[in-house]
């Protein structure tokens, strides 16, 4: 069965830290390029940092420096530590295979962040 499960969102406050897990299935996780994505109330979702198979990794600006993205490519699980956490980060966040043909169109059920002032 194709999947993919986010978890450990929950409630913190300002500069808090959470680490974020996805377990995705092996058809989508091998080989590709693994990311994670969030999505605010009233915006787009957006693409906040991309890990290879490889273990290079990639961040959008607004993420750097605070965001960690890693993978066990043993466990089939990208994880995404987020440190100093702001209101702006209170998103639902996804991990996917963004740059994947078959499945940068497949989602789960995404994992609430809500980071309070």
């Known amino acids: 069965q194709v999947q993919l499960v986010e978890s450990g969102g929950g409630l913190v406050q300002a500069g808090g830290s959470l680490r974020l897990s996805c377990a995705a299935s092996?058809?989508?996780?091998?080989?590709?390029?693994m990311g994670w994505n969030r999505q605010a109330p009233g915006k787009q979702r957006e693409l906040v940092a991309v890990?290879?198979?490889?273990?290079?990794?990639n961040y959008a600006d607004s993420v750097k420096g605070r965001f960690t993205i890693s993978r066990d490519n043993a466990k089939n699980t990208v994880y995404l530590q987020m440190n100093s956490l702001k209101p702006e980060d209170t998103a639902v966040y996804y991990c996917?295979?963004?740059?994947?043909?078959?499945?940068?169109?497949?989602w789960g059920q995404g994992t609430q962040v809500t980071v309070s002032s």
């Open positions: 890990i290879t198979s490889g273990g290079s990794t």
């Open positions: 996917n295979a963004p740059y994947s043909s078959s499945w940068n169109d497949y």
């Open positions: 092996r058809s989508i996780f091998s080989g590709n390029v």
